[in-house]
T-cell receptor, first 111, second 113 residues
Framework: DGGITQSPKYLFRKEGQNVTLSCEQNLNHDAMYWYRQDPGQGLRLIYYSQIVNDFQKGDIAEGYSVSREKKESFPLTVTSAQKNPTAFYLC??????????FGDGTRLSIL | GDSVTQMEGPVTLSEEAFLTINCTYTATGYPSLFWYVQYPGEGLQLLLKATKADDKGSNKGFEATYRKETTSFHLEKGSVQVSDSAVYFCALHFMNRDDKIIFGKGTRLHILP
């Protein structure tokens, strides 16, 4: 079955550490997205990529970085510059004008 | 700028009650409109969509009609079930405009047996 796989489901980070969240899709979608979800605030866009080797900042890109070396993969790195990284992170993908498909998310916590 | 406003939750209903979750939007142009549902611990799933004025999206007993005159896309269901307990997000998307989706803040729905 085609879909989006996010791993791990739960992730813990120590203060000052960078951590990378994985997002892989086998839907052959061109565009991929990372969102952050905090309680009561809905989804906020961190980064998005419409084609391989290109990506754009979303609304809250500070403290995050991404790469898009392959169509199927869009990893997100939460750097030590992100002062409040505890959140639920969602990856999504889409093609053309079709609605976005979402992964099951990664919950990041600070130790 | 473009935005989506949903009624604040949580909304608590008894099983078999009628559900309405209000959603209004502000947009320059004619977006597509969506409702997504998020069950506990999971990502978002597309529930229904409408791409132009007066379109009605429907799925799993849920319906929403794209009302251009009132800039609204209210979600309704005639008889809710305990399994409908989730967070519901209204969203808008412009075709051919940078592909970003704008989400409302979500409405948590609790259905009591």
């Amino acid at each position: 079955d085609g879909g989006i796989t996010q791993s791990p489901k739960y992730l813990f980070r120590k203060e000052g550490q960078n951590v990378t969240l994985s997002c892989e899709q086998n839907l052959n979608h061109d565009a991929m997205y990372w969102y952050r979800q905090d309680p009561g605030q809905g989804l906020r866009l961190i980064y998005y990529s419409q084609i391989v080797n290109d990506f754009q900042k979303g609304d809250i890109a500070e403290g995050y970085s991404v790469s898009r070396e392959k169509k199927e993969s869009f990893p997100l790195t939460v750097t030590s510059a992100q002062k409040n990284p505890t959140a639920f992170y969602l990856c999504a993908s889409s093609i053309g004008s079709q609605p976005q498909h979402f992964g099951d998310g990664t919950r990041l916590s600070i130790l | 700028g473009d935005s989506v406003t949903q009624m604040e939750g949580p909304v608590t209903l008894s099983e078999e009650a009628f559900l309405t979750i209000n959603c209004t939007y502000t947009a320059t142009g004619y977006p597509s409109l969506f409702w997504y549902v998020q069950y506990p611990g999971e990502g978002l799933q597309l529930l229904l969509k409408a791409t132009k004025a007066d379109d009605k999206g429907s799925n799993k007993g849920f319906e929403a009609t794209y009302r251009k005159e009132t800039t609204s896309f209210h979600l309704e269901k005639g008889s809710v079930q305990v399994s409908d307990s989730a967070v519901y997000f209204c969203a808008l998307h412009f075709m051919n405009r940078d592909d970003k989706i704008i989400f409302g803040k979500g409405t948590r729905l609790h259905i009591l047996p």
